[in-house]
């Protein structure tokens, strides 16, 4: 990740101490203060500066550490821009609406649990968002469940673990796009290799959820078929609006670079929403590539699910990344990742050790701090120099960084992801944990993946298994 050297050595002891009050810091700015994490983590970049100047180090060195931390993330910044754009057009042709609208004609009085889980999954996939997902299509299926005198818990939990597999394959989520860059592997080569664990864990779920779903008979779905009608009536339902979808599947299995597969993707749907969109209207559709679709049918649900995209809503995500990088480089630059690896070096030549000490990292820094993104990132930056000395191909760390950071986050109650879907979904985070089977699987089956060595890619020499 870095170029530069450690502008000092310390022991593993102190790097421990660092790293622990570090994290203390941050996670007390983020649960007891609920501050965003921009906050704590601008503090923590802060404190390592006071830190490096007691260490004697030069401030022009500390700068230049920062920089060429944030320098990494250049490349994931102009994928999560493009991602922005793809979002936005892809909504303006209705590529998005069909496709939530076909999810939802997949509804019936039976199978009710799986049926919650299947249709939570392609709407994450279709979004990329997880929280949006909850926010609007999980409420309506709670709403649907209390109706019907249905467990809320475990549609809660089918809800969750539906939102999170979008929200962990979708090449259009954040973490996703977060998670390959961090580790330098192309976007779809980490999608696939990512089903190595996930279809598994899909169909695991599905057989649980179907399996517990009772017999409803006749159902009363209108909520539902009251989005749908909207959806039409807002001219957005379409068959040639999946043609944009079809570009980016074609341009992905060709393996052609995600930028230009993104690009694609996006004007061949500016092209079809030439046909949606009413003509006094088509010189605004530029502007939403920047600022977003904005949807005003009216529906407060189907507005708060469709008025999103554009590059603006990226730069949360965007200033996020470079402040954690940052840090990283600081931390670097005062040894202190230096220091935590050499005291971890003797254990972590064993590929089985490795893979669960990065899996563990990942779902400790979820509990310690609350924050998906800072899990992946910190995670990525500090054992992608272990699994390319065993042998280990980038994107078996990139799938732990999902695997074990993105689905754990709304597993913890005092995460982000916890205290907000606690709140929209009005089921408490314990209460769904334990039926958020997708979440619960997928990183036991990426720690079963390291230990028998199945589906792990190794470049060069190869590792011990």
């Not at 592997?185 to 779903?213: E, Q, Y």
């Not at 500016?270 to 600022?291: D, H, N, T």
């Not at 469709?306 to 670097?332: H, N, T």
């Not at 563990?360 to 993104?373: K, P, W």
Request: hydrophobic share 55%; proline share 3%.
């Amino acid at each position: 990740m870095f170029n530069h050297q450690p502008a000092t050595a310390i022991k593993t002891s102190e790097a421990a101490a660092v790293i622990l009050l570090l994290l203390s810091g941050i996670s007390y700015g983020m649960i007891k203060l609920e501050l965003v994490p921009h906050i704590p983590v601008l503090l923590g970049i802060g404190a390592l500066i006071v830190y490096g100047l007691i260490k004697k180090i030069k401030m022009a060195d500390l700068e230049n550490s920062m920089i060429e931390g944030a320098k990494a993330g250049l490349g994931a910044v102009m994928i999560f821009f493009f991602i922005g754009m793809l979002v936005s057009s892809w909504i303006a042709a209705g590529t998005i609406p069909t496709l939530i609208y076909l999810a939802f004609e997949m509804v019936s009085g039976k199978w009710f649990y799986g049926i919650v889980f299947v249709v939570t999954s392609i709407i994450g996939l279709s979004i990329g968002s997880s929280l949006t997902t909850s926010a609007v299509i999980g409420v309506a299926f709670i709403a649907v469940s209390e109706t019907l005198g249905l467990s809320s818990a475990i549609t809660a939990g089918a809800v969750v673990s539906g939102a999170f597999l979008g929200d962990k394959m979708s090449p259009l989520s954040d973490t996703t796009v977060l998670a390959s860059s961090t580790v330098k592997v192309d976007l779809f080569d980490h999608i696939k290799n990512m089903a190595w664990t996930t279809i598994p864990a899909f169909l695991i779920s599905l057989i649980l959820f179907a399996g517990m779903s009772p017999e409803l008979g006749s159902a009363d779905f209108t909520k539902l078929e009251g989005l749908q009608n909207a959806l039409v009536g807002m001219n957005l339902v379409h068959w040639f609006s999946l043609i944009p979808l079809m570009v980016l599947a074609v341009l992905a299995v060709k393996k052609v670079s995600s930028i230009l597969t993104l690009g694609a993707g996006t004007l061949s749907a500016m092209a079809i929403s030439l046909f949606v969109v009413e003509k006094q209207q088509w010189g605004s559709l530029p502007g939403i590539l920047y600022s977003g679709y904005k949807s005003q049918s009216g529906n407060q649900q189907l507005d708060s699910l469709l008025s999103r995209g554009g590059m603006e809503s990226m730069f949360f995500s965007v200033s996020l990344v470079l402040l954690a990088l940052s840090m990283g480089g600081l931390l670097f630059k005062l040894g202190v990742l230096p220091a935590l690896l050499q005291g971890l070096a003797g254990s972590l030549k064993r590929v089985p050790v490795l893979i669960g000490s990065a899996a563990l990292s990942a779902v400790g820094i979820n509990f310690l701090i609350g924050e998906q993104y800072l899990s992946i990132l910190l995670t990525g930056n500090t054992f992608a120099g272990h699994f390319e000395k065993a042998g280990l191909h980038p994107k078996n760390l990139s799938r732990v960084l999902e695997d074990a950071g993105t689905v754990i986050n709304p597993l913890v109650p005092w995460s982000v992801c916890g205290v907000f879907l606690s709140g929209v979904l009005g089921v408490n985070t314990v209460e769904y944990v334990p039926f958020a089977f997708f979440c619960l699987l997928s990183p036991l089956l990426t720690l079963t993946a390291g230990f028998t060595g199945i589906t792990v890619t190794r470049i060069g020499r190869k590792a011990v298994a």
